[in-house]
């Protein structure tokens, strides 16, 4: 199993980027996503989840109303909508996905804060003043 994302790189503040995060090896029918990132320095923290079925996401309150994830699960694929980038959205971006049949995205942020199934690569974002 793996989860490769892309997307990344180095952007102006107020720019947009786009993460994708495609998974192989296994379909993730059932399965929560997530993106986490991690700043130099600091803790990996969660930054948005979606459930299996796209019904329902949910954000960190840092990023709310500025990223949108959704996921594409005939693709395998998840998204982070990045806009109205700042400097402090710099870090390394992790997709990550954990096995949630029911439930809504702020419980499977909650669950993935304290686990996940599968973890992919990190993809760098650099936001400049």
């Known amino acids: 199993v793996q989860l490769q994302a892309s997307g990344g790189g180095l952007v102006q503040a107020g720019g947009s980027l786009r993460l994708s995060c495609a998974a192989s090896g296994r379909t993730f029918t059932n399965y929560a996503m997530g993106w986490f990132r991690q700043a130099p320095g600091k803790e990996r923290e969660i930054v948005a989840t979606?459930?299996?079925?796209?019904?329902?996401?949910s954000y960190a309150d840092s990023v709310k109303g500025r990223f949108t994830i959704s996921r594409d699960n005939a693709k395998n694929t998840v998204y982070l909508q990045m806009n109205s980038l700042k400097p402090e959205d710099t870090a390394v971006y992790y997709c990550a996905a954990r096995l949630l049949p029911g439930g809504t995205a702020a419980q499977a942020m909650g669950v993935m804060r304290r686990g996940v199934d599968y973890w992919g690569q990190g993809t760098q974002v650099t936001v400049s003043s």
């Open positions: 979606i459930v299996w079925r796209g019904s329902s996401t």
